[in-house]
Protein backbone atom coordinates (compact mmCIF):
# COMPACT_ATOMS: atom_id res chain seq x y z
CA UNK A 1 0.00 0.00 0.00
CA UNK A 2 1.21 3.40 -1.12
CA UNK A 3 1.22 6.62 0.15
CA UNK A 4 -1.32 7.93 -2.22
CA UNK A 5 -3.82 5.24 -1.23
CA UNK A 6 -4.61 6.63 1.64
CA UNK A 7 -3.97 10.32 1.48
CA UNK A 8 -6.57 12.77 1.47
CA UNK A 9 -6.27 14.91 -1.76
CA UNK A 10 -8.21 17.81 -0.83
CA UNK A 11 -6.14 19.90 1.43
CA UNK A 12 -7.14 23.13 2.75
CA UNK A 13 -3.88 25.33 2.89
CA UNK A 14 -2.78 28.18 4.10
CA UNK A 15 -0.49 31.18 3.12
CA UNK A 16 2.86 32.48 4.97
CA UNK A 17 1.31 35.81 4.93
CA UNK A 18 -2.19 34.80 6.38
CA UNK A 19 -2.61 35.87 9.74
CA UNK A 20 -2.56 33.52 12.42
CA UNK A 21 -6.00 34.52 13.60
CA UNK A 22 -7.15 32.89 9.92
CA UNK A 23 -5.46 29.78 10.77
CA UNK A 24 -6.91 29.51 13.55
CA UNK A 25 -10.56 29.91 12.42
CA UNK A 26 -9.84 27.18 9.42
CA UNK A 27 -8.44 24.68 12.29
CA UNK A 28 -11.31 25.20 13.84
CA UNK A 29 -14.15 25.32 11.41
CA UNK A 30 -12.67 22.04 9.26
CA UNK A 31 -11.50 20.21 12.61
CA UNK A 32 -8.21 19.02 11.72
CA UNK A 33 -4.89 20.00 13.41
CA UNK A 34 -2.27 20.65 10.20
CA UNK A 35 -2.12 23.40 7.74
CA UNK A 36 -0.17 22.59 4.86
CA UNK A 37 1.44 26.14 3.88
CA UNK A 38 1.85 26.95 0.12
CA UNK A 39 3.59 29.98 -1.40
CA UNK A 40 3.51 30.26 -5.00
CA UNK A 41 1.91 26.50 -5.58
CA UNK A 42 5.23 25.39 -3.59
CA UNK A 43 5.14 23.35 0.36
CA UNK A 44 7.04 26.01 2.25
CA UNK A 45 5.80 24.98 5.91
CA UNK A 46 3.38 23.27 8.07
CA UNK A 47 1.30 25.11 10.66
CA UNK A 48 -0.04 22.55 13.60
CA UNK A 49 -2.28 22.65 16.61
CA UNK A 50 0.83 22.18 18.44
CA UNK A 51 2.96 24.80 17.34
CA UNK A 52 -0.19 26.99 18.13
CA UNK A 53 -0.46 25.07 21.38
CA UNK A 54 3.13 26.29 22.20
CA UNK A 55 2.42 29.85 21.90
CA UNK A 56 -0.58 29.52 24.89
CA UNK A 57 -2.89 30.21 21.89
CA UNK A 58 -6.23 27.91 23.39
CA UNK A 59 -5.26 29.06 27.49
CA UNK A 60 -7.51 31.91 28.04
CA UNK A 61 -7.54 32.46 32.21
CA UNK A 62 -8.46 36.46 32.22
CA UNK A 63 -8.46 39.34 30.02
CA UNK A 64 -4.68 39.87 29.63
CA UNK A 65 -4.69 36.39 28.42
CA UNK A 66 -7.78 37.42 25.85
CA UNK A 67 -5.30 40.57 25.28
CA UNK A 68 -2.47 38.59 24.42
CA UNK A 69 -4.27 36.36 22.01
CA UNK A 70 -5.51 38.83 20.16
CA UNK A 71 -1.70 40.04 19.47
CA UNK A 72 -1.01 36.68 18.47
CA UNK A 73 -4.02 35.94 16.12
CA UNK A 74 -2.27 39.34 13.82
CA UNK A 75 1.11 37.87 13.45
CA UNK A 76 1.75 35.86 10.39
CA UNK A 77 1.76 32.28 9.71
CA UNK A 78 5.00 32.29 8.45
CA UNK A 79 6.19 33.60 11.96
CA UNK A 80 5.48 30.41 13.60
CA UNK A 81 5.02 27.15 10.64
CA UNK A 82 7.59 24.90 10.86
CA UNK A 83 9.51 25.67 7.46
CA UNK A 84 11.59 22.37 8.08
CA UNK A 85 9.05 19.86 6.60
CA UNK A 86 9.05 16.31 6.19
CA UNK A 87 6.89 15.23 3.28
CA UNK A 88 6.96 11.67 1.07
CA UNK A 89 5.84 11.23 -2.34
CA UNK A 90 2.49 9.64 -3.69
CA UNK A 91 4.67 6.13 -3.92
CA UNK A 92 6.26 5.94 -0.41
CA UNK A 93 4.87 2.81 1.27
CA UNK A 94 2.87 3.44 3.88
CA UNK A 95 5.28 1.43 6.23
CA UNK A 96 8.12 4.78 5.58
CA UNK A 97 5.16 6.98 6.26
CA UNK A 98 4.49 5.10 9.77
CA UNK A 99 8.23 4.94 10.61
CA UNK A 100 8.52 8.93 9.63
CA UNK A 101 5.90 9.71 12.01
CA UNK A 102 7.03 7.79 14.31
CA UNK A 103 10.76 8.52 14.27
CA UNK A 104 10.20 12.41 13.75
CA UNK A 105 7.12 13.01 16.64
CA UNK A 106 4.42 14.42 13.27
CA UNK A 107 0.93 13.74 13.39
CA UNK A 108 0.47 14.22 9.45
CA UNK A 109 3.03 14.22 6.66
CA UNK A 110 2.28 16.40 3.25
CA UNK A 111 2.29 14.61 -0.06
CA UNK A 112 4.27 16.11 -2.49
CA UNK A 113 4.79 15.59 -6.23
CA UNK A 114 7.90 13.76 -7.56
CA UNK A 115 11.22 15.53 -6.86
CA UNK A 116 8.81 19.28 -6.10
CA UNK A 117 7.24 20.67 -3.14
CA UNK A 118 3.90 20.26 -5.26
CA UNK A 119 1.40 19.38 -2.80
CA UNK A 120 -0.81 16.63 -4.09
CA UNK A 121 -2.15 15.73 -0.48
CA UNK A 122 -1.73 14.70 3.03
CA UNK A 123 -1.79 11.75 5.43
CA UNK A 124 -2.58 12.04 9.37
CA UNK A 125 -2.08 9.53 11.25
CA UNK A 126 -5.86 8.84 11.68
CA UNK A 127 -5.60 8.52 8.24
CA UNK A 128 -3.17 5.91 8.69
CA UNK A 129 -5.68 4.23 11.48
CA UNK A 130 -8.23 4.12 9.08
CA UNK A 131 -5.97 2.28 6.57
CA UNK A 132 -5.26 -0.46 9.26
CA UNK A 133 -8.94 -0.66 10.25
CA UNK A 134 -9.65 -1.44 6.58
CA UNK A 135 -6.77 -3.85 6.47
CA UNK A 136 -7.78 -5.75 9.80
CA UNK A 137 -11.21 -5.72 8.38
CA UNK A 138 -10.88 -7.33 5.19
CA UNK A 139 -8.17 -9.97 6.80
CA UNK A 140 -10.81 -11.13 9.05
CA UNK A 141 -13.66 -11.20 6.56
CA UNK A 142 -13.07 -14.64 4.95
CA UNK A 143 -12.94 -16.06 8.21
CA UNK A 144 -16.05 -14.92 9.16
CA UNK A 145 -17.59 -15.90 6.39
CA UNK A 146 -16.17 -19.61 6.73
CA UNK A 147 -17.59 -19.62 10.49
CA UNK A 148 -21.49 -19.40 9.31
CA UNK A 149 -20.62 -21.64 6.04
CA UNK A 150 -22.64 -24.79 6.64
CA UNK A 151 -20.26 -27.72 6.85
CA UNK A 152 -22.54 -30.89 5.61
CA UNK A 153 -23.66 -30.09 2.25
CA UNK A 154 -25.04 -32.79 0.31
Known amino acids: MDAEDIMV ?4 TVRSDDSVGTALEILSE ?29 RLRDLESVDRVARLAQLKVADIMSADVISVEGSADVREVIDLMIEEHIGALP ?11 IISYVDVLKAASRMLDEREAPAAV ?9
Open 9 to 12: SEVV
Open 30 to 58: LDVRHLPVIDDGELVGMLSDRDLRTLGVY
Open 111 to 121: VCEPHTRQLVG
Open 146 to 154: GAYAPTNLP
